[in-house]
């Protein structure tokens, strides 16, 4: 067998989706682009812009292409069909020794991708391990910067009504003199994160360094360490206040059901909600799940670091907090009533193949070798193979995923077939979706006559009226 030869070096990959939506269960990638640079952030080869096409089951946000001004029809000519696209993204992942990275990729753009991996029989996780390549997301790094590094960098004015910091990297460019003209352009956003990435290697090298070698599960195991471990400090949005975004908080036990996950408590909080608790930890102020596998930022307690001028900056009482951590290391039961407690889904089941990415488990190895399969058949004799499947999703996944990439592979009797799905897709979407055709169209129509609506939003607004229009004709006549 063949050794894989290694790039002598890693290579970030920086990159940004422009979507048809806020849903990465169910919305559309619009618009793919990515830079590779060295470790010095210096650009490697040419940026790389991809487009992506709509299928007829699918009606876009009108408010997300109003964003992005980006409709399914601008794509028609210059977009690729949902495999093709992430077919080439995934090959861009997946060169050996990449890092993947970008501006809160990791709980949007890269759940993006790996549903649409999924949809079309790639693996959708092997890019994130295989070959020495991994992932990376620089926004809870800002966050660090600003709470224990901020020395070199200008911060942008808080928000008005609330007095948070604000960490939108549009406001960070501006407040750094970035330019960053046509935000909301996947290309432009990523030079923009580039560029912010590179302001902190150069104003605060070793906390830039810290965040990229913290970035795996294994390294943020050795200071998330349980039962009852060591207190730390955690770096994450859902502690933004006027003073920043951390707080020491206390690692009790990994969950039952939910791997790389553990539970933890905000130590600023009353310990006694948690110690008095019956059944329901819902509800307890501070009790949360940690993703070991998210690249958190985790900062292990030092001598003098961080040090007792930060403590002081983010608000945060360092000794009472080292003592509600012992106070809670005195109760030892409610390490098995924590591991029992039914933990929040952060995807909800929803009863549709193009959900279980996650509610249907892992994909077998036989099946994954008719994956195989099914890439090197031609999309015409797709439907017509003998093949054998181990799991139940996939028979309906596969007409799906011909259907919507190679409609005109379709025979008579499928196209009937696939004209009924769409219809109903359209009028009665799964789970949560809130766009179904009434939705779009009054979107659309009420943007249409408002008068705050600007000439070119209308121009977007009136390709998509033209959009739906053609689509009925597709599906409901």
């Known amino acids: 067998m063949q050794q894989i030869q290694f790039p002598r ?74 495999e093709e696209l992430i077919r080439r993204i995934n090959e861009e992942f997946s060169v050996p020794r990449t890092i993947v990275c970008g501006f809160n990729n990791i709980k949007f753009d890269d759940e993006m991708v790996r549903s649409t991996l999924y949809r079309n029989f790639f693996d959708p996780y092997e890019r994130e391990w295989k070959n020495g390549c991994s992932r990376w997301d620089i926004i809870d790094l800002v966050r660090a910067a600003h709470d224990l590094r901020p020395d070199g960098i200008n911060w942008p004015p808080k928000n008005p009504e609330t007095g948070n910091p604000v960490f939108k990297l549009t406001e960070l460019t501006a407040a750094n003199h970035i330019e960053q003209v046509g935000a909301h352009d996947a290309m432009v956003d990523v030079n923009a994160t580039i560029a912010i990435a590179r302001l902190i290697k150069e104003k605060q090298p070793r906390l830039f360094s810290y965040a990229l070698n913290h970035r795996s599960k294994e390294q943020v195991k050795r200071i998330v360490t349980t039962p009852f471990g060591s207190p730390f400090l955690l770096t994450a949005t859902r502690f933004t206040n006027p003073n920043g975004c951390s707080e020491l908080v206390l690692p009790i036990t990994p969950t039952i059901d939910i791997p790389n996950t553990f539970i933890c408590f905000d130590l600023s909080k009353d310990p006694m909600a948690l110690i008095s608790a019956k059944d329901d930890y819902s509800s307890v102020d501070g009790l949360f799940s940690l993703a070991v596998n998210r690249c958190p930022f985790v900062t292990e307690l030092r001598a003098n670091f961080p040090s007792d001028e930060a403590f002081t900056r983010l608000g945060i009482d360092k000794q009472k907090c080292l003592r509600t951590s012992e106070l809670l290391r005195e109760h030892p039961l409610l390490i098995p009533k924590l591991r029992i407690a039914k933990q929040k ?70 196209k009937k077939q696939w004209k009924s799905f769409c219809a109903n897709r359209i009028l009665n979407p799964p789970g949560n979706v809130m766009i179904n055709w009434d939705f779009f169209n009054r979107k659309v129509d009420e943007r249409l006559s408002s008068n705050e609506t600007t000439p070119q939003q209308k121009l977007v607004l009136s390709k998509l009226k033209k959009y739906g229009s053609d689509l009925a004709e597709r599906i409901f006549v």
């Open 9 to 82: 070096t890693e290579t970030f990959l920086w990159y940004d989706l422009e979507t048809f939506g806020l849903n990465t269960r169910y919305d559309r990638i619009a618009q793919f682009a990515a830079r590779r640079t060295d470790m010095n952030l210096k650009p490697i080869g040419d940026p790389i812009v991809l487009f992506g096409k709509v299928s007829d089951d699918y009606l876009p946000d009108p408010l997300a292409c109003l964003v992005t001004g980006i409709t399914p029809d601008d794509n028609k000519e210059r977009g690729l069909c949902e």
């Open 345 to 414: 889904d952060e995807f909800p089941v929803v009863n549709d193949t193009d959900f279980a990415i996650y509610s249907g488990g892992f994909f077998s190895d036989n099946d994954k070798k008719q994956f195989d399969v099914i890439h090197t058949t031609k999309p015409d004799e797709r439907l017509s193979l003998s093949l054998k499947f181990e799991d139940v999703r996939i028979q309906e996944m596969l007409f799906r995923q011909v259907s919507r990439n190679y409609p005109e592979a379709l025979t008579e009797t499928q």
